[in-house]
């Protein structure tokens, strides 16, 4: 659904998005994620058409960013992180006024409009006026207008903005019910937001693709390695050294003895999972007893900063 083609956009001598390349297949609702002043916006805004790119190019929905712009934005509901809005109409009026722009049929118009309300929680503010609203209420309009016309492809700048833990759930859960048969980009500085709803994460950084996988695949990319604590109970002297024998495991810690006989370790691996199921293996052929076996993987906020974070003697 979007194919994007070394897309490159400079500000004077500042490059914005540097050779940019990647795919977004319909059914997918990727991540896009990236520290502030990283392209990720600028990106947006040249995939929905605002900007055109000083070269490189992009196809959404089969249609040309450069060549085609009027088609693409027919199809693409784009909600920027501080959505313009006509603040001098009330809620309802301005949802009228965006569903006539896009062509909405009247006898449609009217359930769509009921459908937004529903759905970005604005029923207790439908006859305000847009100016009058919170920051939060404004972002639920901003959503509703991207929303109204039904379109094939989403992009969507920190879409929960100023929204309640409630309504951050429905829209949450409407982006995956969008994304089943659609295609959503989602920018978000939430990354929990990002691990519940999102398919496959991309990562940008300095106007480059720093990654792009599904966050096992990220896990793998960052260099990540899983932790797993394990409590031991054996009169085995060399336990630690048949720990680190067990397949996978690349480091061993002991951490405490623990007054009810048992010992703390911690394991190191790359494969954390396979390792669980070896360290299981080991105490039962070696008839020791377990009280604890749990593993903790790299979060996808580890991963983020160790992909965009630079060392300070770089």
């Known amino acids: 659904m979007i194919s994007v083609r070394n897309l490159t956009k400079a500000f004077g001598r500042t490059v914005a998005v540097n050779n940019v390349s990647f795919e977004v297949r319909k059914g997918e609702v990727l991540g896009f994620l990236g520290p502030n002043g990283a392209g990720k916006t600028t990106t947006m805004r040249m995939l ?27 199809r693409v509901g784009y909600l920027p992180e501080n959505a313009p809005l006509y603040l001098d109409m009330d809620v309802v009026s301005y949802l009228e006024f965006v569903a006539d722009v896009r062509g909405i049929a009247p006898g449609e118009k009217a ?5 937004m309300v529903e759905v970005c929680g604005l029923g207790d503010v439908v006859g305000r006026y847009v100016g009058e609203l919170s920051t939060g209420y404004k972002q639920r309009v901003g959503l509703a207008q991207t929303l109204i016309h039904d379109p094939e492809i989403l ?3 920190e879409p929960t903005t100023g929204l309640d833990p409630s309504q951050i759930s429905e829209i949450r859960e409407r982006i995956k019910e969008i994304g089943k048969e659609r295609t959503v980009i989602l920018s978000t500085h939430i990354l929990p937001e990002v691990e519940a709803t999102c398919s496959r994460v991309l990562i ?28 031991i109970k054996a009169e085995d002297e060399t336990v630690a050294d048949k720990l680190g024998k067990v397949p996978g495991v690349i480091g061993v810690k002991k951490l405490a003895d623990l007054d009810d006989g048992y010992a703390r370790y911690l394991l190191k691996s790359k494969d954390g999972g396979r390792v669980g199921e070896e360290v299981f293996k080991a105490a ?13 993987t790299l979060s996808l906020e580890d991963i983020f900063l160790k992909l965009t974070t630079k060392e300070k003697s770089e």
């Open 48 to 74: 929905t058409c605002y900007m055109m790119p000083d070269s490189g190019t992009a196809t959404v929905a089969g249609y040309d960013i450069t060549e085609d712009s009027l088609e693409v934005r027919k």
């Open 111 to 115: 359930r769509r409009i009921r459908r």
């Open 155 to 157: 992009i969507l700048d």
């Open 204 to 231: 940008i950084n300095e106007g480059e693709i720093a990654a792009s996988g599904t966050p096992e695949e990220l896990h793998s990319v960052a260099g990540g390695e899983d932790s797993i604590y394990v409590g």
């Open 284 to 296: 039962v052929d070696n008839g020791w007893m377990i009280n604890e076996l749990r593993r903790e």
